[in-house]
């Protein structure tokens, strides 16, 4: 078995750093997944639908950061590791088309795709660490157990009701963002050691920056397609230059410092394990969360540009860069060790919008957002290069 599976393993040079072609490829599936986040979103946007996103993006995020962790372990130019990748873009197209009716009549259909894709990787892992990696198997057999637990309960929920559905949904969801916590301890097991995977910090970070773009791209592609057909609006040229100004600026915010700094914090840490949880698996699920909310928010001050006092709007139009920058203040302050402060003024500013939210138009909340970020960039820059003037 050892001599089978221990090529499969990433191997340690340069070029295992890189992101592979066919990670690349699977990323496409999650370009397809988040549109359909996005236009579910933005047709039919309340408290509710919200809260249901919210739900999503967990389940979206941690499938794709799960299987991240597992290429990030495994070789993907080789054939049996680029199939699983094929097998879990097929259970993702399929997760993608059930999405949007996921709470009606295809929650059935999206468990299973979810399940599935969870499983197979997980056992796929299973089956390439025995006779390699013993405490990497045992790891493994940890987690595929927690995700054995949660699957039944995805699978439960889709059997059943909206109501109990979302409940189950709920619970197989936090069963599977609490594990890593409890390091996926179990009765007879008990906790996996801290340090027991072998990850390649500079990887992993490149896989999250290109998952940021695609998210970023999505963005566009939307924003685009908004525009588009609202061109009979008066006020359509002014709100896409300020849709499109805030992705650039959201791009600029992560890519300018935050990455470099995230990569390297990963790779030349004692803890690469450890600081990669904190930095990737859980850090950068509100940056993406962010990016998808904004996305909506742009799309509904395309289409309702003169529209008042929405609430709903707002947590999109607000909430998407608030939780953006949140979650790049966190990965620059635990890769740096220093407060961007620039990033909690821009969070207070859009807080503070919403007290203009029953006066103001879409339109006009639009622009107090990119104005906000256009701030943050701004004095970040120029924070940033006074610090590297003095320091030489």
């Known amino acids: 078995m050892a001599k089978n599976t221990q ?41 509710g639908i919200a809260a249901e996103a919210v739900l999503f993006i967990f389940a979206l995020w941690w499938v794709w950061i799960h299987t991240t962790w597992v290429t990030n372990l495994l070789d993907a130019e080789i054939e049996p ?19 949007p009716k996921a709470f009606s009549d295809m929650g059935l259909v999206f468990a299973l795709a979810y399940s599935g894709m969870q499983l197979s990787r997980s056992l796929f892992a299973l089956y390439a660490f025995r006779g390699t990696n013993d405490e990497s198997y045992r790891t493994f057999l940890r987690i595929t157990l927690w995700l054995t637990l949660s699957c039944a309960f995805w699978i439960a929920g889709g059997l059943l009701d909206r109501e109990m559905r979302v409940i189950l949904w709920i619970a197989a969801l936090a069963i599977e963002y609490i594990a890593p916590m409890l390091r996926y301890w ?36 939307t924003t685009g397609k908004t525009a588009s057909s609202h061109l ?3 006020m359509t040229p002014l709100v896409l230059f300020c849709a499109f ?30 600081t990669a949880d904190h930095l990737f698996t859980y850090g950068h699920l509100p940056i993406v969360a962010g990016i998808i909310f904004t996305a909506v928010g742009e799309d509904f ?22 939780l953006y920058l949140a979650g790049i203040l966190w990965m620059k302050k635990v890769s740096s060790r220093v407060m961007p402060w620039s990033h909690c003024a821009g969070i207070a500013i859009l807080v503070a919008g919403f007290l203009i939210v029953p006066f103001a138009a879409n339109f006009m909340i639009q622009i107090v957002a990119s104005l906000t970020l256009l701030m943050v960039a701004i004095w970040e820059y120029v924070a940033l290069k006074r610090f590297r003037r003095d320091a030489a």
């Not at 590791?81 to 993608?96: D, E, K, N, S, Y």
């Not at 072998?198 to 695609?214: S, W």
């Open 7 to 47: 090529h499969w393993l990433r191997k340690d040079d340069k070029e295992s750093t890189k992101a592979s072609f066919p990670e690349l490829f699977f990323d496409l599936v999650f370009v397809f997944a988040l549109i359909q986040l996005s236009e579910t979103l933005a047709s039919d946007f309340s408290f």
């Open 81 to 99: 590791v680029r199939i699983l990748l094929f097998v879990l873009m097929f259970f993702g197209i399929v997760l993608a088309i059930a999405l």
């Open 186 to 221: 179990l009765p007879g097991l008990g906790q996996a050691p801290e340090e027991t995977l072998d990850v390649n910090g500079e990887h992993l970070a490149e896989r999250c920056a290109l998952f940021v773009i695609i998210a970023l791209g999505e963005t566009i592609l």
């Open 232 to 234: 009979d609006s008066a």
């Open 245 to 274: 100004m805030s992705t650039v600026l959201m791009w600029w915010i992560y890519f300018h410092d935050g990455q470099e700094r995230a990569s390297d914090k990963a790779e030349e840490n004692a803890e690469p394990q450890s």
């Open 301 to 322: 001050s395309l289409s309702h540009p003169f529209e008042k006092g929405g609430y709903n709007h707002a947590i999109a139009l607000l909430g998407g860069p608030i």
